[in-house]
């Protein structure tokens, strides 16, 4: 028994002369809701927390470890990653790990806000050992680049044309969470940390050696500055320290960003870090014209001594 003969398949292009044309495209349906591309923020000032001697009431904050590093948000579209700090400053070549990472999260486009850390062995984070490579010691040793830094990231601000700000913060950090559920390598998230009472979660941060806590109001959009919406608890520890100079503001012309503080080992200073000032604008100029001031005097008196000692020797009578 023969088989039938299979029937001819239709001819990709019609052979009938007529120009080829795709489908007309169909107008959109206006009551679909439209999502307009929103452009990357070039800077986005940080929301800080707020310090508080006692947390504030209600069942809608989220707590988390208070990290002790540098506050960084990760910029990241086709034309490359930016890490910038709290300051303004790009050290995407100072944290070439949190780069990779961030390119590794595909081809979206986003916004993330954390700190660069670096931890011990028992998972806290180490300033001492971050401002080693990143520092003012890294500055004389020539290393200024941190390779087992990572960004506990804790926000969410820009996400594949989306500015999402101006969301609620659980929605930000159910993003959050959902880009980074798969190992992200030198980008973790800062984990929440179910407690009822967040006294006890600050006495164990403080058992721990922490710095403290951190508190966000779920129901907050990102509002920059210190409003309120995020408060922090820190385990109480104070000390005396020396002014030795300025990191300028690149936001507030005749400002400055964070203070670079020394304390005493012995009879010599020994440099310890920089702090964020929280002043007002006003109050940081005229601080910073003040700080110039000196540092005018100081050049001058120098300046005064070399010459004398160009003229009388380095012991004059």
Same mark, same amino acid.
């Given at each position: 028994?023969?088989?039938?003969?299979?029937?001819?398949?239709?001819?990709?292009?019609?052979?009938?002369?007529?120009?080829?044309?795709?489908?007309?495209? %169909?107008?959109?349906?206006? &009551?679909?809701?439209?999502?307009?591309?929103?452009?990357?923020?070039?800077?986005?000032?940080?929301?800080?927390?707020?310090?508080?001697?006692?947390?504030?009431?209600?069942?809608?904050?989220?707590?988390?470890?208070?990290?002790?590093?540098?506050?960084?948000?990760?910029?990241?579209?086709?034309?490359?990653?930016?890490?910038?700090?709290?300051?303004?400053?790009?050290?995407?070549?100072?944290?070439?790990?949190?780069?990779?990472?961030?390119?590794?999260?595909?081809?979206?486009?986003?916004?993330?806000?954390?700190?660069?850390?670096?931890?011990?062995?028992?998972?806290?984070?180490?300033?001492?050992?971050?401002?080693?490579?990143?520092?003012?010691?890294?500055?004389?040793?020539?290393?200024?680049?941190?390779?087992?830094?990572?960004?506990?990231?804790?926000?969410?601000?820009?996400?594949?044309?989306?500015?999402?700000?101006?969301?609620?913060?659980?929605?930000?950090?159910?993003?959050?969470?959902?880009?980074?559920?798969?190992?992200?390598? &030198?980008?973790?998230?800062?984990?929440?940390?179910?407690?009822?009472?967040?006294?006890?979660?600050?006495?164990?941060?403080?058992?721990?050696?922490?710095?403290?806590?951190?508190?966000?109001? %779920?129901?907050? &959009?990102?509002?920059?500055?210190?409003?309120?919406?995020?408060?922090?608890?820190?385990?109480?520890?104070?000390?005396?320290?020396?002014?030795?100079?300025?990191?300028?503001?690149?936001?507030?012309?005749?400002?400055?960003?964070?203070?670079?503080?020394?304390?005493?080992?012995?009879?010599?200073?020994?440099?310890?870090?920089?702090?964020?000032?929280?002043?007002?604008?006003? &109050?940081?100029?005229?601080?910073?014209?003040?700080?110039?001031?000196?540092?005018?005097?100081?050049?001058?008196?120098?300046?005064?001594?070399?010459?004398?000692?160009?003229?009388?020797?380095?012991?004059?009578?």
């Amino acid at each position: 028994m023969t088989k039938a003969p299979r029937p001819r398949s239709k001819p990709l292009l019609r052979d009938d002369g007529k120009p080829i044309q795709s489908r007309p495209i %169909r107008k959109r349906n206006k &009551a679909q809701a439209a999502l307009p591309f929103e452009p990357m923020p070039e800077r986005v000032e940080p929301c800080l927390a707020l310090l508080k001697q006692k947390p504030p009431s209600g069942s809608n904050w989220g707590w988390e470890v208070k990290w002790d590093g540098y506050r960084l948000a990760i910029h990241s579209d086709s034309s490359g990653v930016r890490v910038l700090t709290r300051g303004g400053y790009d050290w995407a070549d100072r944290f070439p790990e949190v780069v990779k990472a961030a390119r590794n999260l595909g081809p979206a486009s986003f916004i993330i806000d954390g700190e660069g850390v670096v931890l011990d062995e028992q998972g806290r984070s180490d300033f001492d050992a971050l401002q080693n490579s990143l520092g003012a010691v890294g500055r004389r040793s020539g290393k200024l680049v941190s390779s087992n830094a990572v960004l506990m990231a804790f926000d969410l601000l820009y996400l594949d044309g989306r500015d999402v700000r101006g969301e609620p913060y659980r929605f930000r950090r159910h993003m959050l969470e959902e880009m980074l559920k798969e190992d992200a390598g &030198a980008i973790r998230v800062s984990e929440e940390i179910a407690v009822d009472d967040p006294l006890v979660l600050l006495k164990s941060a403080c058992e721990l050696d922490l710095e403290g806590i951190v508190g966000k109001d %779920r129901n907050s &959009a990102y509002r920059s500055g210190r409003t309120g919406d995020w408060v922090k608890l820190k385990c109480v520890q104070s000390e005396a320290f020396v002014i030795v100079g300025y990191e300028p503001s690149i936001s507030a012309s005749g400002g400055f960003s964070s203070l670079l503080l020394a304390a005493y080992e012995g009879d010599e200073l020994r440099y310890v870090g920089s702090v964020g000032t929280g002043f007002k604008e006003r &109050a940081a100029i005229g601080l910073r014209a003040m700080m110039d001031k000196l540092k005018w005097r100081n050049q001058n008196r120098l300046s005064r001594t070399a010459a004398s000692e160009r003229l009388y020797g380095s012991n004059p009578r």
